[in-house]
């Protein structure tokens, strides 16, 4: 059986709850339904197939995988991310992770079509075009929390399911940025634990602004590598 070496970042108040408990599930309390539920939702849904949930938890806990070289990224200057608190690396069975691709995971959260080619990217937009739909409506229907208004006709929602389709291409270890869902981790699984310093560093995050003031652009970057 094939193992993996995962890291999670978590806060204080979790690792508390993984020495008392034995185990860490997600706390339902700090997922933004409200914010993420469209996306979240599909998660859980693509994961409960492929990764069966014996625990009691509704939502993953979620992990680093792979980053280039190493498998979290690599601590930046900068303010560090509210929660990140200590790094936690522990091993699963590889069947036990549901694995993503980190770059086609911002079209989850924006509601947009993940394209397999240029052509087909090309295809997709022009039918967008004619429809008259923008990315505004498109990432209205997953943001309810942001807007309050948002297309339902059926037009729209059939380019909704078309690009819900085309999020199974998330589901994909072809990338050097993989991320992972766990439904639990047992405190047996654990190997490190490490206890983050307020240093003025950025930990376990890729969204941090970078020294141009911007953060990175993870759609246009995929774009960039379609062929």
């Not at 087909?120 to 990315?135: A, C, P, V, Y």
């Amino acid at each position: 059986m094939i193992h993996l070496k995962l890291v999670t970042f978590q806060s204080i108040e979790a690792l508390n709850e993984l020495i008392e408990k034995g185990y860490l599930e997600c706390d339902i309390a700090k997922v933004d339904v409200k914010k993420m539920g469209p996306t979240y939702n599909w998660v859980v849904d693509k994961m409960s197939i492929k990764v069966p949930n014996n625990s009691k938890a509704k939502y993953p806990l979620w992990c680093w995988v792979k980053c280039f070289d190493g498998i979290c990224p690599p601590k930046h200057k900068g303010t560090p991310v509210d929660g990140f608190d200590v790094k936690i690396t522990f091993n699963k069975k590889s069947k036990d992770v549901f694995v993503t691709d980190f770059r086609r995971y911002s079209f989850l959260l924006n509601n947009m079509y993940i394209p397999k080619d240029k052509k087909d990217k090309e295809q997709f937009e022009r039918k967008l075009k004619d429809l008259g739909i923008t990315s505004e409506d498109l990432i209205a229907f997953v943001r309810r929390d942001k807007y309050k208004k948002y297309r339902n006709d059926r037009q729209f929602l059939n380019i909704c399911e078309e690009i819900r389709k085309s999020f199974d291409r998330c589901i994909t270890k072809d990338s050097n940025i993989l991320q992972g869902c766990v439904w639990r981790i047992n405190i047996e699984e654990v190997e490190k634990i490490e206890l983050l310093d307020n240093d003025g560093y950025v930990y376990g995050s890729l969204n941090y602004i970078r020294s141009n003031g911007k953060r990175m652009d993870w759609i246009a970057d995929y774009y960039k590598r379609l062929k």
